[in-house]
């Protein structure tokens, strides 16, 4: 058991030998020092920023035998994010704060905008229009569809801009005015209660907004169908699109 959880031991002061240990292993020197556990300890780092450390987690280290993790370690520039960002295709827009700060992203092959926090961006640095594995197949195959049968038209996918924060699967634009919007409800994703409510509210607020909406009901247990999609885009999507590029 680790010897920081036994009762008692994080309200007495750090020894002296607590202390040396902390500052010889860690490269750390403790300036100020906390009375009790509720208060706070001031240390300087080993690139001499100071911090202001809890009682409770040095205790933590010196009983645990744990590195210190400096903050200033840890911390990512904005220059190291707008460089991984740059490797990947994607110009960062605005400032980088902190990892839970949301990001202005733009694709460099696409022109796509879009918002992502540092800490999902690092592990999924796509873009959401050009990279679309995450969707079904009948989904993707739609989309692709749209595209080529509409060159002159905008598609986005996962459009989070008209209905934030929630996202609508397929977004049909000619410049800055909505088309179409198109929600693939797949039925493994779209069989709870739960999201049923959302799927309403989307199609109640396109209607309130005056804006063309169609849900496609999609049974996945299927698997890829192809004549499936292509029905839909026929006799649904189509006549609305073509209709509204004549009134262009």
């Known amino acids: 058991m680790c ?17 040396e240990y902390l500052e010889r292993e860690n ?8 009375h009790d556990r509720s208060g706070k300890h ?20 010196a009983k645990c035998k744990k590195p210190y ?7 990512f520039t904005k220059g190291h994010v707008s460089d991984f960002l740059d490797g990947k295709g994607i110009t960062l827009i605005s400032e980088y704060k902190n ?5 202005d992203l733009h694709c460099q092959n696409c022109n796509h905008k879009w918002q992502r926090i540092w800490r999902t961006l690092r ?7 050009c990279c679309r594995s995450t969707v079904s197949k009948n989904e993707n195959f739609l989309y692709e569809q749209i595209k080529n049968k509409y060159p002159h038209l905008t598609v986005e996918g996962n459009n989070r801009d008209i209905l934030k924060p929630r996202e609508i699967d397929i977004v049909v634009k000619h410049g800055d005015r909505v088309l179409l919007g198109i929600e693939w409800n797949g039925e493994y994703w779209h069989t709870s209660k739960q999201v049923r409510v ?6 109640e607020e396109m209607n309130r907004m005056g804006l063309d909406f169609i849900q496609i009901e999609d049974p996945q247990g299927k698997g890829f169908r192809p004549d499936f999609v292509m029905e839909q885009l026929e006799t649904l999507i189509i006549p609305v699109l073509d209709k509204s590029c004549k009134r262009l």
């Open 3 to 19: 010897g920081s959880k036994r009762k008692g031991i994080m309200d007495r002061p750090f020894t002296e030998q607590e202390i």
């Open 27 to 34: 490269n750390v020197k403790i300036i100020g020092r906390a």
């Open 42 to 61: 001031t240390l300087i780092c080993p690139k001499g920023k100071e911090h202001v450390v809890s009682h409770q987690k040095l205790k933590t280290l």
């Open 69 to 75: 993790k400096c903050y200033c370690q840890r911390t």
């Open 99 to 103: 990892q839970r700060t949301k990001l």
């Open 123 to 129: 592990a999924h640095p796509n873009c959401p229009r």
């Open 198 to 203: 959302v799927d309403n509210w989307k199609r």
